[in-house]
């Protein structure tokens, strides 16, 4: 089954600082990997996705994400942070075969930016 | 317009009623989604339509009952519900392809 893994629960960083926010999947065939942001008492909004091409994938407000095979891992990262980038993050992948519109998220990880 | 509606934000509900969740989109996707969202966990798939048509029943008990009358509208209808079904609720859509999904902010549901 595909599934991916986001071994941190919170994730501090002081605004200005790069952040990382990691995720790990484990998948049967090409992954198909997501990033989702949710503020509070709001829904999920979309970042950027890896399907196939480049490792190196843009996304939006300043996020991009590093697809990495060998070590199935695709973490997500800002150069410098924002106070407004404190959030909850969703790493997600996508099912097989006639399950392709079933997204499954990890744990999440919650991100603080001080000022 | 890139957003997804849902009413109402705030319900709650005895085990006897029977209740209705509703979602709008106007993006012309053709797909749609339930999403069961307990507190600090993370989006649990309930269902999909495709074309209008149920493509995905992830095994949610029949006291949860999907319609899609349109390809704008997707409701859920609560009957008979229990205390532990108390969450949030998010509708989502996207083209079939399922590459990026746009949300709603949810329903909270609390179930007394």
């Known amino acids: 089954a595909q599934s991916v893994a986001q071994p941190e629960d919170q994730v501090k960083v002081a605004e200005g600082n790069p952040l990382t926010v990691k995720c790990t999947y484990s998948?049967?065939?090409?992954?198909?990997l997501f990033w989702y942001v949710q503020y509070p008492n709001r829904g999920l909004q979309f970042l950027l996705k890896?399907?196939?091409?480049?490792?190196l994938v843009k996304g939006s407000y300043g996020f991009e994400a590093e697809f990495n095979k060998s070590q199935t891992s695709f973490h997500l990262k800002k150069p410098s942070a924002l106070v407004s980038d404190s959030a909850l993050y969703f790493c997600?992948?996508?099912?097989?075969?006639?399950?392709?519109?079933?997204?499954?998220f990890g744990t999440g990880t919650r991100l603080l930016v001080s000022p | 317009d890139t957003e997804v509606t849902q009413t109402p934000k705030h319900l709650v509900m005895g085990m006897t009623n029977k209740k209705s969740l509703k979602c709008e989109q106007h993006m012309g996707h053709r797909a749609m989604y339930w999403y069961k969202q307990k507190a600090k966990k993370p989006p649990e798939l309930m269902f999909v339509?495709?074309?209008?048509?149920?493509?995905i029943n992830e095994s949610v008990p029949s006291r949860f009952s999907p319609e899609c009358p349109n390809s704008s509208l997707l409701n859920l209808h609560l009957h008979a519900l229990q205390p532990e079904d108390s969450a949030l609720y998010l509708c989502?859509?996207?083209?079939?392809?399922?590459?990026?999904?746009?949300f709603g902010s949810g329903t909270q549901l609390s179930v007394l």
């Open positions: 998948v049967s065939g090409n992954p198909y």
């Open positions: 890896y399907i196939t091409g480049d490792n």
């Open positions: 339509y495709s074309y209008e048509k149920l493509s």
């Open positions: 989502a859509s996207s083209q079939v392809t399922a590459e990026k999904l746009f």
């Open positions: 997600a992948v996508r099912g097989l075969n006639t399950g392709f519109q079933k997204l499954v």
